[in-house]
Structure formats: C-alpha cells, structure tokens
C-alpha cells in the first residue's frame, strides 16, 4: 500500500481536496488510472494491490478517516477478489466512513446482463458484488454512508494477462480484444478508456451523487441494449 497526496487547491475541478480515498488493485490498469485522477483532484490516495515492490505500509490504512473507498481489482482467484474481498473491505471501512459520511464505489460488470460461456465464473461472481452492493447500500444508509457500482463493459488494460500467451503480448492481447468487442458498443463503436471510467467513479464518490445510493450505473455506450454479444444493426 501507498499514499499519495495532491494538496493543491487551485486546480480547476478539486472535488476531492482535504478527502481521503481508498482504491483497491491500483497498481496498475483501471485501478490505476481511478487513483491518479482522485490524486489530481486534490484526494489523499491509499493505493492497495498484491505486489509488495510496489504497493508498502497496508497497516497504515485503518489509520485514515477514508471519506471514499474504491473497490477496483483484477480477476485473480475470482469469487476470493470480486467478492469476498469486497465484504470484508466495506467491514473494515464501515467505521471511518461512518465518521466521515463517505462512500464507497463497487466495479462491477456488463457480464452480469450477458451471457458468455468463456466468463461463467467471473460474471456471477460480478453479480454477486452487485447484490453486495445493494445489501450494503441499505445497511449503511442510516449511517450515512452511500454505496454504488459501475458497470463497464470491457476495457483495455493488461488485466486482461491471463487471456494473453506470454507477457510482451498482453497489450496486444488487450487491444485485439477491444477490437473485436467495439462493434458490440453501439453510441461509439469503440471501447471505452480508462479515462472515461475514471470519471463515472468520480462522480459517484462526488458530492454531485449525495442523493444516489444502491445504484449500480452502466457504462457501456449502449452494448446491453442490444443483446449478449450481437452487433447493433447496421454493423458489418
């Protein structure tokens, strides 16, 4: 685990000065990419992951009065990361938020609305963690404390290793994946960025969703309106 602090308040958008946040699996990928845009609107960012050369110090994070806690990881072992992991996060955190009437974000998936055999696994554990999130945002709501998902449909980084044969092909592997999928995407015809995901997190660890709770947002430029895995017409 690592911190790192953005304290300047003269940014154009600073919606997160003088907030702590809790980013989960940001070593690298969208986890990465939520932590750095936190950090450049003013948060004081605690990054957690699994690679100890790069993420020191966990034991400090029960030590921050975090006001948001983004739970962003890679697959890993699948039920252990996407679920598990997840509860017992918000256990831990309940207490601080509670201090701070924070909120917590959940990354979820499209895969919980399509079927795709080569995903079983993964897509009901992203299910599950969207039912977490509910029974979450109804218990903590007396406490103050706001919990919501996003579920983007895929996104190019290199969580995508395990697909890839050896490890100088996973951004290869990324990138031939994002092609064949952006047909799928019927607004854009493309992917989205981890820049675009980045600023659906942010808005719901914002004041601007104070009012929103229990609320899992899809973000995937239309791909579910048009069934599992079938191109919107007019695609070739």
């Known amino acids: ?33 939520v932590a750095l845009r936190l950090a450049r609107e003013g948060a ?3 990054l957690t992951g699994r690679d100890e050369k790069r993420l020191k110090d966990a034991e400090k994070l029960c030590q921050n009065e975090a006001q948001a806690a983004i739970a962003e ?21 309940a207490d601080h938020l509670e201090k ?41 709501a007396p406490k103050g404390i706001r919990v919501n998902g996003i579920s983007p449909s895929y996104i190019p980084t290199r969580a995508v290793r395990g697909m890839a044969p050896s490890e100088d092909k996973i951004d290869e592997t990324a990138q031939g994946h994002a092609a064949f999928m952006a047909p799928f995407h ?19 660890a914002s004041d601007e969703a104070r009012y929103m709770t229990g609320h899992t947002m899809v973000l995937d430029a239309g791909m579910t309106l048009v069934g599992a895995m079938s191109k919107p017409s007019g695609s070739k």
């Open 1 to 33: 685990m690592a911190t790192n602090r953005a304290p300047s308040k003269t940014r154009p958008s600073c919606r997160f000065v003088d907030k702590v946040a809790i980013v989960t699996g940001s070593s690298s990928g969208l986890g990465m990419e």
């Open 44 to 46: 004081c960012v605690t």
């Open 73 to 93: 990881a890679g697959t890993g072992v699948i039920m252990s990361t996407n679920v598990k992991s997840n509860f017992f996060m918000v256990q831990l955190a």
């Open 100 to 140: 701070t009437k924070g909120n917590i974000v959940m990354v979820s998936s499209t895969l919980t609305n399509t079927i795709w055999s080569a995903a079983t696994v993964y897509s009901a554990s992203k299910a599950a963690l969207d039912n977490l999130t509910s029974q979450f945002a109804l218990t903590l």
């Open 186 to 204: 019927p607004l854009h015809g493309r992917c989205a960025t981890p820049g675009e995901f980045a600023d659906a997190v942010l808005f719901q």
